[in-house]
């Protein structure tokens, strides 16, 4: 499912229009990468958890060449699924 099929159900579920449901759609993913970037996480209780991952700095190499590389360390967003979406999905 992609972002305007997304869009498409949530309307017909909650009988808003395509736009008001884009706009709130927008506006959520919008709320949570700010969090996520405040060095918060985003808690939905039994759906999930939105929260950033630190990876720390490593040694890889590079495949072409075979040459030892250090690769920095990041921050990476991460959802951990709640129980109910665990339970619904298997």
């Given at each position: ?49 939105f ?26 967003p ?13």
């Amino acid at each position: 499912m992609n972002k305007s099929e997304l869009v498409d159900a949530v309307a017909a579920k909650t009988n808003l229009t395509k736009a008001d449901t884009e706009r709130a759609l927008k506006a959520f993913m919008e709320t949570i990468t700010e969090t996520l970037k405040d060095g918060d996480q985003v808690t939905l209780i039994g759906f999930g958890t939105f929260l950033v991952r630190e990876r720390k700095a490593r040694t890889g190499r590079n495949p072409r060449t075979g040459e030892t590389i250090q690769i920095k360390a990041a921050n990476n967003p991460a959802f951990k699924a709640g129980k109910a979406l665990k339970d619904a999905v298997n």
